[in-house]
Structure formats: structure tokens, C-alpha cells
């Protein structure tokens, strides 16, 4: 069985992610942490194969806590699991080998997903002494998130996803960054950053709408 360790301060979103992971064959939550510190203390004192780590976190952060287990020689595997999309977060968590990036509120498909890719790596690893072309290419093929020179703009390819897929539900009709910041839950400087980026890409058209009292307002529309 595979050790999942789930380190979250949100006991409601701590116990869907033990559910969605003991519904996979093949792994077991050994533990659930709600700081950083405290998991700290599990690593040490128990096997644990891989983590399911949130980034904002009291105590101490996810980063700050990869940080810590890596100065100590400990490189068990983990997926980041965070309401954040930021670029750079994202970038130093990879750096710190973090093997995947979840972005909440994620669907369990691909949470399910994240983890049959590391039971894939793990499988290799802990039955071949030997490895040829055809399972190293199984291996860095889909265990790592491609993002291709997006991430250097700025823009998170899953969170460009979730963005288009709301898009969709407006057809032609007009949308502001507030509504759409309201329904995805994340900061309209982010969703602006987004439909900008679209909108260079000539995938939505941009309008200003002058109204009698106030600012003007800018809409956006699906091309």
C-alpha cells in the first residue's frame, strides 16, 4: 500500500481529500496534519510515501515546510494542493520537487488522475533496478504538468482550463472579471490577468461601457 500523508488546515477539505485517496486502489491515509509542523514530526517518525500538501497553511507554509524536509534528506514525493495560482509559488514548488499542482476547487478526475500518475512512478521505482527508454519516457510524460512558456506570462495552464470552462456557459453574450472572479472564487487582479491574456490571443473580444454615473465598465465576449 502507498502512504499518503495530507497535510490541510481545512478539516472539511482534509477529509474529502482522505476520501477521494482511499477510493483509489491501492492507497491509504496514514495520517492528517492541519500545520505544517505537525507534519514535520510524521515524516521523521514514519514511513510516509507520498504527501498531499496545501500551501497556506499556519505555523508553517507548504513551501517553507518543502524547504524543511528537503534540508533534511527526506525527498518523499508531493502534490500541492492550494486555492493559490500564482507563477511563481508554482515555479519554487517544482523546484522543490513538488510532482504535481492542484488548483481548488479541483474535480476528483483530476485528483484521480494526479494520483494513478505517481502509483505509475512508484511502481517503476520500487520494482526495477533497471530502467529502459520506453518507462523513463512513462515516468516524464505524465507525472510532470506541462506548461509550457504560459508559465512565464504568468498563466497557470489548469487555471486557464477552469476559466474557459466557465466562458463557455456566456456563448456570445457579454461577461465582466467581477462575475467571473465571483464564480471561480479566485482575485479579479488574477481573472483580469487572464482575460487579458485572451484577449491578446484573439480568443475574446474586449468593450468598454460607459454608463451615467460612475466608472466606465470593461466586458468582455467569447469570439
Same mark, same amino acid.
Do not use: W
Given at each position: 500500500m502507498i502512504n499518503v500523508l495530507i497535510v490541510e488546515d481545512d478539516p472539511m477539505v482534509?477529509? %474529502?481529500?482522505?476520501? !477521494?485517496?482511499?477510493? #483509489?486502489? @491501492?492507497?491509504?491515509?496514514?495520517?492528517?496534519?492541519?500545520?505544517?509542523?505537525?507534519?514535520?514530526?510524521?515524516?521523521?517518525?514514519?514511513?510516509?510515501?507520498?504527501? %498531499?500538501?496545501?500551501? !497556506?497553511?499556519?505555523? #508553517?507554509? @507548504?513551501?517553507?515546510?518543502l524547504k524543511e524536509i528537503r534540508k533534511n534528506q527526506f525527498m518523499t514525493d508531493v502534490i500541492m494542493v492550494t486555492a493559490a495560482d500564482e507563477g511563481d509559488k508554482l515555479n519554487e514548488s517544482l523546484k522543490l520537487g513538488v510532482i504535481d499542482y492542484l488548483i481548488k476547487p479541483f474535480e476528483y478526475e483530476r485528483f484521480k488522475d494526479a494520483l494513478n500518475k505517481f502509483k505509475l512512478r512508484y511502481e517503476i521505482f520500487n520494482t526495477k533496478v533497471v530502467l529502459n527508454q520506453k518507462d523513463i519516457d512513462k515516468i516524464t510524460n505524465?507525472?510532470?504538468?506541462?506548461f509550457g512558456e504560459d508559465l512565464q506570462k504568468g498563466i497557470n495552464e489548469i487555471?486557464?482550463?477552469?476559466?474557459?470552462?466557465?466562458?463557455?456557459?456566456?456563448?456570445?453574450?457579454?461577461?465582466?472579471?467581477?462575475?467571473?472572479?465571483?464564480?471561480?472564487?479566485?482575485?479579479?487582479?488574477?481573472?483580469?490577468?487572464?482575460?487579458?491574456?485572451?484577449?491578446?490571443?484573439?480568443?475574446?473580444?474586449?468593450?468598454?461601457?460607459?454608463?451615467?454615473?460612475?466608472r466606465p465598465k470593461t466586458t468582455y465576449r467569447v469570439i
Amino acid at each position: 500500500m502507498i502512504n499518503v500523508l495530507i497535510v490541510e488546515d481545512d478539516p472539511m477539505v482534509a477529509q %474529502i481529500n482522505k476520501k !477521494y485517496t482511499e477510493s #483509489l486502489e @491501492g492507497f491509504v491515509v496514514c495520517g492528517i496534519c492541519n500545520d505544517g509542523r505537525e507534519a514535520i514530526d510524521i515524516v521523521i517518525n514514519s514511513h510516509v510515501d507520498l504527501i %498531499i500538501l496545501d500551501l !497556506y497553511m499556519p505555523k #508553517l507554509d @507548504g513551501i517553507s515546510f518543502l524547504k524543511e524536509i528537503r534540508k533534511n534528506q527526506f525527498m518523499t514525493d508531493v502534490i500541492m494542493v492550494t486555492a493559490a495560482d500564482e507563477g511563481d509559488k508554482l515555479n519554487e514548488s517544482l523546484k522543490l520537487g513538488v510532482i504535481d499542482y492542484l488548483i481548488k476547487p479541483f474535480e476528483y478526475e483530476r485528483f484521480k488522475d494526479a494520483l494513478n500518475k505517481f502509483k505509475l512512478r512508484y511502481e517503476i521505482f520500487n520494482t526495477k533496478v533497471v530502467l529502459n527508454q520506453k518507462d523513463i519516457d512513462k515516468i516524464t510524460n505524465q507525472n510532470y504538468i506541462n506548461f509550457g512558456e504560459d508559465l512565464q506570462k504568468g498563466i497557470n495552464e489548469i487555471t486557464l482550463k477552469r476559466i474557459k470552462k466557465i466562458l463557455k456557459n456566456y456563448g456570445k453574450e457579454y461577461f465582466t472579471c467581477e462575475e467571473i472572479s465571483e464564480k471561480i472564487k479566485l482575485s479579479r487582479v488574477t481573472v483580469r490577468r487572464y482575460l487579458e491574456y485572451m484577449t491578446e490571443l484573439g480568443k475574446l473580444n474586449r468593450d468598454v461601457e460607459y454608463g451615467e454615473v460612475g466608472r466606465p465598465k470593461t466586458t468582455y465576449r467569447v469570439i
